[in-house]
């Protein structure tokens, strides 16, 4: 069974950094993408950013500049490097990847269980 979770999270000041993790672990045979989203509650889920498999990365507008997505293949972990924190990326964030469990299975989509981030004024 796959699993994915999220920690780092917290309260931190309106400025501050804070950096995301999110590891896999399980019956893995291999991981293509890997994304961080956030939720707002009451907001649809946000994709803020994704990572292949080369290291090729892209970021939502709102964040690009602040936010560094980054992978460590051999951990099977990926990571949210988030600075210059501002009250409005309150929200909790989730890790997802694209994972196949087996060679002979295909890839789906699995999920972290989220981690909450809180930035005060």
């Known amino acids: 069974q796959v699993q994915l979770v999220e920690s780092g999270g917290g309260l931190v000041q309106a400025g501050g950094s804070l950096r995301l993790s999110c590891a896999a672990s399980?019956?893995?045979?291999?991981?293509?993408?890997m994304r961080w989203y956030r939720q707002i509650p009451g907001n649809q889920r946000e994709l803020v950013a994704l990572i292949a498999t080369s290291g090729l990365t892209n970021y939502a507008d709102s964040v690009k500049g602040r936010f560094t997505i980054s992978r460590d293949n051999a951990k099977k972990t990926v990571y949210l490097q988030i600075t210059s924190l501002k009250p409005e990326d309150t929200a909790v964030y989730y890790c997802s990847a694209d994972i196949r469990p087996a060679a002979w299975i295909g890839a789906s989509e699995y999920w972290g269980q989220g981690t909450q981030v809180t930035v005060s004024s």
């Open positions: 399980g019956s893995i045979f291999s991981i293509n993408a």
